[in-house]
């Protein structure tokens, strides 16, 4: 089948930790696109989720409440599981 090339713009440092991950694999940043392609074709779609990271806003809430309750002076705190079981069967 013939081939042909294409060009694609990506930060240096980004290109160096896929081809540094990619070599660990075992096959190069070409190879990795062309997967990644025929991957997309057979899903029809890219071929993972793509999303933010970012919680919402019921999480940030829970985020907050919970690192209010770390740094609460009467909250007691465990140093291991053994010592927290051990504290949930009083």
Known sequence: MPTTN?????DQALKERAES???ELGMNLTTA???FVRQAL???GIPF??????PNQET??????????AKAP?????????ELFADLKK
């Open 49 to 54: 989720e793509i999303k933010t990271d970012r």
């Open 21 to 23: 991950l990619f070599a």
């Open 60 to 69: 940030l809430a829970a985020m907050l409440e919970a690192k209010k309750i």
């Open 6 to 10: 294409i060009s694609i713009r990506m």
């Open 33 to 35: 696109f062309n997967i």
């Open 42 to 44: 057979r899903c029809g």
């Open 74 to 82: 009467s909250v007691k705190g465990c140093n291991d599981l053994d």
